[in-house]
């Protein structure tokens, strides 16, 4: 199974880690990503701390916990590559999870496109299975 394939199959919740020029990091509860391709994912985000601190320093990791006993899930290393203020492609990914995005939520959103570099599991250095 690829991260698409994954993501489609699997509940759990999502935490975006981001970091501001001072080395101040943030975490924040964020949905499961769009998946592009096998390479990229994309988050939609509000002009908010983790999409701030994305204009001076483009890494981020992302870590989301699979629902059930235990701990399952993964950990993505990303790079973000670029942004996309599309109101109308957002609309469209919202509609895939309207549970995590109100439809009441009027404010500005950017579609933000990550790269990939690395998935590991949750727990553990061993080779991650999707």
Do not use: W
């Amino acid at each position: 199974m690829n991260l698409a394939g994954y993501f489609e199959n699997v509940s759990g919740t999502g935490i975006l880690a981001t970091c501001d020029p001072g080395h101040d990091v943030d975490l924040a509860i964020y949905a499961k990503p769009h998946v592009v391709d096998p390479e990229t994912v994309a988050f939609v985000m509000k002009e908010r701390l983790s999409h701030q601190n994305l204009r001076s320093n483009l890494q981020a990791a992302y870590m989301f916990i699979e629902e059930g006993k235990g701990y399952k899930g993964l950990r993505m290393y990303l790079t973000m590559i670029r942004e996309e203020k599309n109101q109308s492609l957002v609309e469209v990914l919202r509609q895939k999870q309207p549970c995590i995005y109100p439809a009441e939520d009027d404010s500005d959103k950017f579609l933000v496109f990550f790269r990939v570099n690395r998935t590991r599991p949750l727990v553990g250095d061993g080779p991650l299975k999707l």
